[in-house]
């Protein structure tokens, strides 16, 4: 089992640049792939990008790909995602989720991640 919880969120300006981080704890948390996905309000839930328990495989979403980057750090049991020249339709509240295993087919299905953070906001002001 393993908890989640984010951190680094705010209000920005577009253009701006955000990290945000996504700290765990349990003792196999590298037997996780983990993902980030934003809920903008009155919208479905939404992937963002995903890495690999070796970071050897990375998926990021069309509309944030060269603009942010999602990287991990095992001995720190942390997620980042980098993000850089945001835009206003990047607001949203962004979580980290984690999942054991599973098709890598389905790394963009929130359904498929069993353990969730409780969000971080990202607002993007024009």
């Known amino acids: 089992q393993v908890q989640l919880a984010e951190s680094g969120g705010g209000l920005v300006q577009t253009g701006s640049s955000l990290g945000l981080f996504c700290a765990a704890s349990?003792?196999?948390?590298?037997?996780?792939?983990v993902g980030w996905f934003r809920q903008a309000p009155g919208k479905e839930r939404e992937f963002v990008a995903s890495i690999r328990q070796s970071s050897d495989s990375i998926d990021y979403a069309d509309s944030v790909k060269d603009r942010f980057t999602i990287s991990r750090d095992n001995a720190q049991k942390t997620v980042y995602l980098t993000m850089n020249s945001l835009k206003p339709e990047d607001t949203a509240i962004y979580y980290c989720?984690?999942?054991?295993?599973?098709?890598?087919?389905?790394?963009?299905?929130?359904?498929?991640?069993?353990?969730w953070g409780q969000g971080t906001q990202v607002t993007v002001s024009s």
């Open positions: 349990g003792r196999t948390f590298n037997a996780y792939r």
């Open positions: 989720a984690a999942r054991l295993s599973g098709s890598s087919q389905t790394t963009r299905i929130p359904a498929t991640y069993k353990y």
